[in-house]
């Protein structure tokens, strides 16, 4: 297997997110999780570009802050029906991939790429599948935010998409 840089794939899945390819998202992430079971690093390294991207977005909409006091970033959960749930209440993937990206909101960055570790510990499709569509999910959802708010964001994601 040839490993592609981890932006052009994160790009690509932000791309089949958005136009709601499932074929091809499909086959990328059963690409990934093969890569995975042959010990190689290719989803881990994607996945932690989305995270770092998407941390970077939420720096950038959260405004600029007030001189040297430290922030904290903590995130609320919802469920399908919107109603408020426990870190303790997702599946460990999602569960590991939230922690990866409150330790990148607040500037651990070796622990973020731990917990991608772990979110990806299971080198199965449905583990896979479950990481990428979260971050995916969280990722279209702050591009778009910060489209619609003329908000910078990294441009290697993919080009601005006009307000809806």
């Not at 998202?25 to 079971?37: F, G, N, P």
């Not at 290719?42 to 991207?53: F, G, I, N, R």
């Not at 990866?100 to 499709?125: G, P, S, W, Y």
Request: with cysteine; aromatic share 6%; glycine share 4%.
């Amino acid at each position: 297997m040839t490993e592609q840089h981890p932006r052009t794939v994160a790009r690509q899945l932000v791309e089949y997110m958005r136009r709601n390819n499932d074929e091809s998202m499909v086959l990328e992430l059963a690409r990934l999780t093969a890569d995975r079971a042959n010990g190689g690093r290719e989803a881990y390294s994607v996945a932690c570009e989305l995270v770092a991207a998407l941390a970077r977005m939420m720096f950038t909409a959260s405004g600029p802050q007030n001189g040297g006091d430290e922030q904290t970033y903590g995130l609320e959960l919802t469920n399908d029906d919107d109603q408020e749930i426990t870190i303790d209440e997702a599946s460990p993937p999602v569960r590991a991939a939230v922690r990866a990206l409150l330790a990148e909101l607040n500037e651990h960055h070796e622990d973020a790429e731990f917990q991608v570790d772990l979110a990806l510990r299971e080198a199965t499709f449905k583990a896979t599948l479950e990481v990428y569509a979260h971050v995916l999910l969280w990722t279209v959802e702050m591009l778009d935010w910060c489209d619609t708010n003329h908000v910078a964001r990294p441009h290697w994601l993919g080009p601005v998409v006009s307000p809806r």
